[in-house]
């Protein structure tokens, strides 16, 4: 079956740049998403980017989609302690539920 | 609005005891999704409603495990009988109208359930 896969921890430190990635196994994703979990509060959709695109760009936000290798990866720029959350990564197909990896924590040390 | 509003936020509970989450979806909003997230297996689709419709509910675990849409703003997850492997934090997530695109799913602040 479909399945999503993310690195547990990353650790960065305040000012740098953080890589996110993430890889899935079905090659009819449609859609691939991030969304960041705060402690204690729901997840937040930060950014998707449609199958058909490389790389979608939001303020601090890169996402770049490698569909032949089905890799995508989120860049915050200039990360701050208030990035520190985890982040997950996910794909739809065009008419199935979302497939959520296990998410990545990010920490951000000052 | 309001967002996604589920209730109760914590519930501690005897194993055994039956157990009802709430969900009231964002208004307007046709999908509903239940999660339950734990650290060992992460985040994990349990049911989804389209239109008040079950469409898919193969991530439900077992039978203890119910689900209901009687209407387009209130849905209920039930446990009965609840066990301390159930514990857990539940989450609801609503999605508005995109044509069968499920992107834009907007959680609530989940249900911490713990079974003693």
């Known amino acids: 079956g479909e399945d999503v896969e993310q690195s547990l921890f990353l650790s960065v430190r305040e000012g740098d740049s953080s890589v996110i990635n993430c890889t899935y196994t079905d090659s009819s994703s449609t859609y691939l998403y991030w969304y960041k979990q705060e402690p204690g509060a729901g997840l937040q959709l930060l950014t998707y980017i449609f199958s058909n695109m490389d790389m979608k760009q939001d303020q601090r936000l890169t996402v770049l989609l490698n569909k032949k290798d089905k890799h995508l990866s989120l860049r915050i720029a200039d990360t701050q302690t208030g990035d520190s959350a985890i982040y997950f990564c996910a794909e739809s197909g065009y008419w199935t539920a979302l497939i959520f990896g296990k998410g990545t924590t990010l920490s951000v040390s000052s | 609005d309001a967002g996604v509003i589920q209730s109760p936020r914590h519930e501690v509970t005897e194993m055994g005891q039956e157990v009802t989450l709430r969900c009231k979806p964002i208004?307007?909003?046709?999908?509903l999704f239940w999660y339950r997230q734990t650290m060992m297996r992460g985040l994990e689709l349990l049911i989804y409603f389209n239109n008040n419709v079950p469409i898919d509910d193969s991530g439900m675990p077992e039978d203890r495990f119910s689900a209901k849409m009687p209407n387009a703003s209130f849905s209920t997850l039930k446990i009965q009988p609840s066990e301390p492997r159930d514990s857990a934090v539940y989450f609801c997530?609503?999605?508005?109208?995109?044509?069968?695109?499920?992107?834009?799913?907007?959680f609530g602040p989940g249900t911490r359930l713990t079974v003693t």
């Open positions: 208004s307007g909003h046709n999908s």
């Open positions: 997530a609503s999605s508005p109208p995109r044509e069968g695109r499920t992107y834009e799913q907007y």
